[in-house]
């Protein structure tokens, strides 16, 4: 069949004017921030390469404790072209969370949350912890001896929150510790239950993108120079930044290979100097900053319910932030969003140049 | 006869005058063996990246084409992408309305 026939017999039966009509209607604003707006595109490109790697690692990986580390081995150094998989996979998410940080705070920044896309918000930030979820839970997959100890430390953590702490942590570990039965769990939930929220998640996101349109900064509002059709213009642009993004993650997965560790050993102490991934940092120095005992109480539980209360706040900031709803300028909550960015970086900019070691 | 005796001789006056040496030489050996068991323990790193110097020549090489296709298509976006932005510029990839049918 020819291209021209294939062309003719998707048209006769499906209305591809109307596609192509609807992507021309939609205008895109042109300013100032504009280059932000293609962060959303670039975190569901790397989201895409995590979903092929992933599915071609699954194919070999052995999800027991007994051979996942070694499993993990053999698809380094015996499957034609394993070591690649492994290390785009790994590059890949380490790139994916940071461009959904740099979205998530750029839509914190700019205010792109007031109203009427809060549920817009709500739902980014859920695939936020979504993807902060896949990177521990893939992390665990290697079931070496860091892995083993940082999951330890995480799973433990969550446990101090009051009341449902322990319900998170024994469900979390599937018993009272981290053994075999939590591989188990975290493969499951990093092969089947996080990937179908995330597809979910991200079909509701675009959906609601489609259905409000971008959002302008207050403070551009009267600079917009134009508006460009979303195709296609900014598309062929996004399709650049993709290009580009596809090319950084092939060449830190050839330079860079993440190292494999020793096997985990749950009898054995944890290693020295150990340090989570780095989006766990800005977590991980809080908890250091609290004493083991804060004037008779444990010192990590009030850390963990400190955290939780600013994460809440975080995720509940289109609803606190009544100024920017109403259309006006709130600096305020500029200056909330300003901090939230400048703690997370400064705990976590000194490993950006350690990220290979894993 | 006496030949095969001198030879015999100088052998055994070699071996007399390089005992010491000898001597140094398997005590060093041995001390050498034994300053490296602790290395046999030890659990070798594992090899994330092929280590074969051919592979690694192919694996680079293929690396230097990538980057020379991902520019090439830029290029190409580019250029298209601008050709766009000057036929938008002259308003002229607007369909009229009411254009008369032509038989």
């Known amino acids: 069949m020819s291209c021209q026939r294939l062309k003719n017999w998707i048209e006769d039966r499906y209305d591809l004017d109307g596609l192509r009509g609807f992507a021309k209607h939609k205008l895109i604003p042109v300013h100032r921030y504009e280059v932000l707006y293609y962060t959303g595109g670039l975190a569901m490109f790397l989201f895409i390469i995590q979903f092929i790697t992933g599915m071609v690692l699954s194919f070999y990986y052995i999800p027991y404790f007994e051979q996942a580390h070694k499993s993990i081995i053999e698809i380094v150094t015996k499957l034609n072209m394993g070591w690649f998989f492994r290390s785009l996979h790994h590059w890949g998410a380490q790139l994916s969370i940071g461009v959904l940080f740099i979205h998530v705070f750029s839509t914190l920044l700019l205010k792109s949350y007031r109203k009427p896309r809060e549920l817009l918000w709500i ?24 892995a083993f100890a940082a999951v330890r430390v995480a799973t433990g953590g969550a446990g101090n929150l009051p009341v449902i702490g322990g319900f998170i942590k024994s469900f979390l570990r599937g018993g009272i510790d981290v053994t075999g039965e939590t591989l188990t769990r975290f493969y499951a939930f990093h092969v089947s239950v996080l990937p179908i929220l995330t597809l979910i998640l991200i079909g509701i996101h675009l959906a609601l993108v489609q259905y409000h349109g971008m959002s302008v900064p207050v403070s551009e509002e009267k600079n917009v120079k134009k508006y460009v059709p979303f195709f296609p213009n900014v598309l062929y642009k996004d399709f650049i930044i993709w290009l580009v993004a596809l090319g950084v993650v092939v060449t830190l997965s ?105 | ?77 580019r250029m298209k992408l601008r050709e766009i932005e000057r036929i938008q510029d002259m308003g002229i990839d607007k369909e009229e309305k009411d254009i008369p049918f032509l038989d």
Not at chain 1, 123 to 129: D, M, P, R, S
């Open chain 2, 1 to 77: 006869m006496l030949r095969s005796k001198t030879i015999y001789k100088n052998i055994l006056q070699c071996l007399c005058c390089s005992y010491k040496s000898i001597k140094t030489l398997i005590f060093s050996l041995i001390m050498l063996s034994l300053g490296a068991i602790p290395l046999l323990a030890q659990e070798k790193n594992i090899e994330v990246f092929p280590s074969a110097p051919y592979d690694r020549f192919i694996i680079y090489q293929a690396l230097v084409l990538f980057w020379i296709g991902i520019i090439g298509l830029i290029v190409i976006i």
């Open chain 1, 123 to 146: 739902t980014g930030f859920i695939l936020l912890g979504i993807s902060i979820f896949f990177g521990l839970s893939g992390y665990f997959l290697l079931w070496d001896e860091r």
């Open chain 1, 254 to 358: 050839v330079l860079m290979p993440p190292e494999i560790g020793k096997k985990a050993d749950p009898l054995a102490a944890p290693p020295e100097n150990i340090k989570p991934e780095w989006y766990f940092l800005f977590l991980f120095q809080t908890l250091k900053l609290f004493p083991g005992d804060l004037m008779g109480l444990n010192g990590e539980m009030i850390a963990i319910i400190l955290i939780s209360l600013g994460i809440l706040f975080f995720f509940l900031i289109p609803f606190f932030d009544r100024k920017s709803a109403r259309g006006e300028r709130s600096p305020v909550f500029t200056w909330i969003g300003i901090i939230y960015t400048a703690y997370f970086i400064r705990h976590d900019h000194y490993r950006v140049f350690d990220l290979g070691e894993r």
